[in-house]
């Protein structure tokens, strides 16, 4: 099974709402990620958690907020945010190996925001 | 910022035809993977590589990890409707969680 699980699929949310996005995985991966996907455009890496900790922040701004609460968990906290960054949200997962490489990402389908 | 080069842009085949891509790097990565995306949905796994010279295949899917470990190819034999989509090639890099994405490479094929 190399399953990841997204919710919602679709957001719409306004500039001053708080929302969340969630993501999950039982393949027993210790590295989880987030990515940014625009139109026509590739994914763009946000966060980068590894046994559960906080490993790469690709200068993100603080109106999204990560969280690993255990290991098969990863959320997106949302607030405050702009037009434009409405965008596809993916997250991944990878197996981390000896001396910190990781395997292969598998990712899942992705959340669909719309920022109003 | 994104690090690897990936060619051609964009591809119309007839269906039946073979399809090349590639992706070509400033840098060194110690992993090259090839997926696919169709519109709305996330990126899907179609082959990893882990050597420098490995050629894999998966189905009508050929990939190959350059031996300078700066390049990697895709092929497709006999295209058909449904390869339809966008293929990217990402970059690894070793103790490294990092992962770059090529700008990917939209296929259309014509029945």
């Known amino acids: 099974d190399t399953e990841v699980t997204q919710t919602p699929k679709h957001l719409v949310m306004g500039m001053t709402n708080k929302k969340s996005l969630k993501c999950e995985q039982h393949m027993g991966h210790r590295a989880m990620y987030w990515y940014k996907q625009k139109a026509k455009k590739p994914p763009e890496l946000m966060f980068v958690y590894s046994y559960e900790k906080l490993s790469i922040n690709e200068s993100v701004p603080s109106r999204f907020s990560p969280e690993c609460p255990n290991s098969s968990l990863l959320n997106l906290h949302l607030h405050a945010l702009q037009p434009e960054d409405s965008a596809l949200y993916l997250c991944?997962?990878?197996?981390?190996?000896?001396?910190?490489?990781?395997?292969?990402?598998?990712f899942g389908p992705g959340t669909r925001l719309t920022v109003l | 910022g994104q690090q690897l080069n990936q060619s051609p842009q964009s591809m119309f085949i007839q269906e039946g035809e073979d399809v090349s891509m590639n992706c070509t790097s400033s840098?060194?990565?110690?992993?090259w993977l090839w997926y696919k995306q169709d519109p709305g949905e996330g990126p899907v796994l179609l082959i990893a590589l882990y050597k420098a010279g490995e050629l894999t295949s998966n189905g009508r899917l050929t990939a190959q990890f350059g031996i300078t470990r700066k390049d990697s190819f895709l092929n497709i034999s006999a295209s058909i409707p449904s390869d339809v989509g966008i293929y990217f090639c990402a970059g690894m890099k070793y103790n490294n969680n990092d992962m770059r994405f090529g700008a990917g490479t939209r296929l259309t094929v014509k029945p």
């Open positions: 991944a997962s990878s197996q981390v190996g000896v001396f910190g490489s990781t395997d292969t990402q598998y």
């Open positions: 840098s060194i990565f110690n992993t």
